[in-house]
């Protein structure tokens, strides 16, 4: 394995943790507990990913069903959350 694989990245490393004392709302008019929560389920999205890529490296065909399934509802959980966001409840959403 390389040693680029060795390292525990952030998914973007500039950004700051919403349970950081110094963090603020960066969209204006929604509240930090709806921020925070869009934060968590985004790291369980990128961490479902994960566990998905995982288990299909070791080749665990079940693990990589159970796995997706649960980024499946994850994912679209956050992307409700997402467009609840964008679109303030407007009924505009995403569609997959």
């Known amino acids: ?45 990128l961490c479902l990913a994960t566990q998905t890529y995982d288990a299909a490296s070791r080749g665990d065909a079940t693990g990589v069903e159970t796995a997706r399934a649960s980024l499946t509802r994850q994912l679209a959980m956050t992307t409700r959350l997402i467009d609840e966001l964008l679109f303030d409840g407007s009924g505009a959403f995403t569609v997959h």
């Open 1 to 45: 394995m390389s040693s680029r694989h060795d390292q525990d990245d952030d998914f973007e490393s500039g950004l700051t943790d919403a349970a950081a004392p110094g963090w603020r709302n960066p969209m204006p008019g929604v509240d930090d507990g709806t921020m925070r929560g869009l934060h968590l389920a985004s790291q369980s999205v």
